[in-house]
């Protein structure tokens, strides 16, 4: 959801990294560490506590596919491992609440944090709830296509929030008034839709609503079409959700 944009310091800000770094929430020392030429952990050194919450969620989406490549490997009525796929899903929203949090908790932005943050929403909210459906039974070519629109809309709405943040309307602590289009962790509804399915035991064979054009090229299930419209909503521009 990108909570963390870079500010830029002003204009005015010393050229020396130590008062810079006091005055501008690290950032330029983050900036001397990342550009240096030696060590070969100042990457690890530039990061915020606020990047390693940021990671925490990246973490999470990666375990969740995992898992459900895991369940396609294994017994389709052992469902250990779906419903782990499903559970690290809020445990990386939680993270990626936290993050923000902590970012101005400690009043350091991070140059890296955004971007870290626009990543790890990628793969918790948009690839791992594709990856589930995968798993349950949203198998065809058709199923595939719809779904990779899904990813796809997620990371241009997540690309388009990068790029926005710093022109859209600021309430008085600086942060942005509201998202446009639907932030990307509200696929996490249609994780609890099929939780309810697998709840139910309404996967593989028995998915709610069937298959349509059985048999032929453009055979595909109903149920894929909650990601193609969560896609649109992602990257709608008039739809406008205030930030809480």
């Known amino acids: 959801m990108s909570r963390r944009a870079s500010a830029m310091p002003p204009n005015n800000q010393p050229n020396n990294p130590a008062s810079s770094s006091s005055g501008d929430g690290g950032q330029e020392k983050q900036k001397m560490l990342l550009s240096s030429e030696v060590g070969h952990f100042s990457m690890i050194r530039a990061l915020h506590l606020a990047d390693l919450v940021t990671e925490l969620n990246g973490f999470c989406g990666v375990m969740s596919v995992f898992s459900s490549m895991r369940y396609c490997l294994g017994d389709p009525h052992d469902l250990g491992n779906i419903w782990a796929a499903l559970a690290f899903m809020p445990f990386g929203l939680f993270f990626d609440f936290m993050d923000g949090k902590i970012a101005r908790w400690r009043k350091k932005s991070s140059l890296m944090g955004q971007e870290l943050d626009s990543l790890a929403d990628l793969v918790s909210f948009g690839v791992s709830p594709a990856a589930v459906a ?111």
Not at 159 to 179: C, E, I, M, Q
Request: proline fraction near 6%; include cysteine.
């Open 134 to 244: 995968f798993a349950i039974g949203v198998r065809t070519t058709m199923d595939h296509l719809f779904l990779a629109f899904f990813v796809l809309c997620g990371l241009t709405r997540l690309a388009r929030f990068n790029v926005t943040v710093a022109v859209l309307p600021k309430d008085k602590s600086g942060k942005s008034k509201y998202f446009e289009g639907t932030p990307i962790p509200t696929t996490l509804s249609i994780a609890m839709l099929m939780a309810y399915w697998v709840s139910q035991g309404w996967i593989l064979d028995e998915l709610p609503w069937g298959v349509v054009a059985q048999g032929t090229i453009f055979e595909f299930h109903p149920v894929v079409l909650l990601f193609v419209l969560h896609g649109c909503l992602m990257v709608s521009k008039t739809i406008h959700i205030p930030k809480p």
